[in-house]
């Protein structure tokens, strides 16, 4: 027989993605396109779902054809994705009503002020996890409801859909079926975190109807045959990017830890199959869950803005002509000269969650340079990881002791030092970076045989660098101290 592989679709914020693994977890090939972000308005972010999906395709057949492999060496597909990104679409024609709205869309920022009335942002924390905030699809979804002329009835009759993007390429996928995935609908804020069922209450408070709701299903089992390009091969896996990542290290120990540097950063901790609900701001979400098996949950620090504020320093600045290059200007100089980069662009995430807040550059004098902004945009992202490690310990009452990486950022070695120094724990970083891709295969392959059991997959799992810290603690302190003093003034921006 020839070798059979998982192909594993990453429908990310910036591009699509597909990766084929062999049984070792090792990448036989790959492909990637990127999409247009487009921006109609300050704060407002949006996707073209159509646009999405044709390069979905596109990167399939062209991860495959790159391989030289046939289509029926395809076991399973499995899907992972940008979270929270929110679509509605003809039932029947298939068509989006409008374009996604992205997870760092703040559009919705006084519709959950109001969703909050009397009794503010943590409304419905006990129940779904999470703090009412703009990044959440609940919200979108009302906003879509309230602003698209028409849709409140058509979604009443049964007559649109609403889906994150796993739901959107798992329905084209397989021609019309409509699931969502546990993980992503534990990021809607219409999931009872314990029943894992849309919780009629919460969608009684949000005005959405569960007539356009998908049906939630587990992150590994086969939801349906593909048709079109890969015909008939199981579509066997759907994880938002972040819980997929935590799947790919083989976090399966409560207590195991990730952090994925991408355009955000996403911290998840595994903390076993109870919610812990946090007291410090951190988000409580499904982590995952395989097929009939209970779920497993985690604590997340989510972080807006890491990679996306080096994009800035590129697009927006024209301060480097290629990311990579920010290292070699950061390293021009000895140190941030004072200077501190607090990206709030989409407000701040965890472990503030102020909608309210918008970015700063502090501590500017007449010495600072081109290459201070370069370390002090690296640096931003090692001190918002310190505030969400700070959340973690105490919310979980076990200090972190080593932090497993993944993400582009990663390549980046002066921020993994930076980081080591600042978290004061060793940074260690896999052979198989590409975390998202492999753990959304993992559980493809789990769900269709491919591998046995979740602990053989920690066999797969080898480290290829390490930092450990090296820095003076009262050094990291005042360090530590200044960019605080920076994040106060971003607060209270935004009326
Ligand atoms: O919650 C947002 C997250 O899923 C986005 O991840 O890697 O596509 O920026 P990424």
Known sequence: MTEQYIAAIDQGTTSSRCIVFDHSGSIVSMDQKEHEQIFPKPGWVEHDAAEIW???????????????????????????NQRETTLVWDKETGEPVHNAIVWQDTRTDKLCQELGSNVG???????????LATYFAGPKIRWLLDNVEGLRERAERGEVLFGTMDSWVIWNLTGGTHVIDVTNASRTMLMNLRTLAWDESILDAMKIPAAMLPE???????YGNAVGYLEGVPVASALGDQQAALFGQTCFNVGEAKSTYGTGTFLLLNTGTEPVVSKKGLLTTVGYKIGDQPAAYALEGSIAVTGSLVQW??????????APEVEDLANTVDDNGGCYVVPAFSGLFAPHWRSDARGVIAGLTRYINKGHIARATLEATSWQTREVVDAMDSDSGVPLTELKVDGGMT???????????????????PVVAETTCLGAAYAA?????????????????????EWTPDMDSELRDREYAGWNKAVQRTLGWVD
Do not use: C
């Open 121 to 131: 942002q943590e409304r419905f924390r006990e129940k779904v996890g999470l703090p």
């Open 411 to 429: 390549a980046n070695n002066m921020l993994m030092q930076h980081l080591s120094d600042v978290l004061n724990v060793p940074v260690v970083r």
């Open 313 to 322: 320093l590129r697009d927006n600045l024209g301060l480097i002509k290629a």
């Open 216 to 222: 939630i299903r587990s992150s590994a089992e086969v």
């Open 54 to 80: 044709t390069n979905v395709q596109e990167v399939v057949k062209g991860a495959i054809e790159k391989g030289n492999l046939s289509k029926d060496q395809i076991k399973a597909i499995g899907i992972t």
């Open 445 to 465: 392959g789990l769900a269709t045989g491919y591998w046995s059991d979740i602990p053989s997959l920690r066999a797969n799992w080898q480290k290829d660098a």
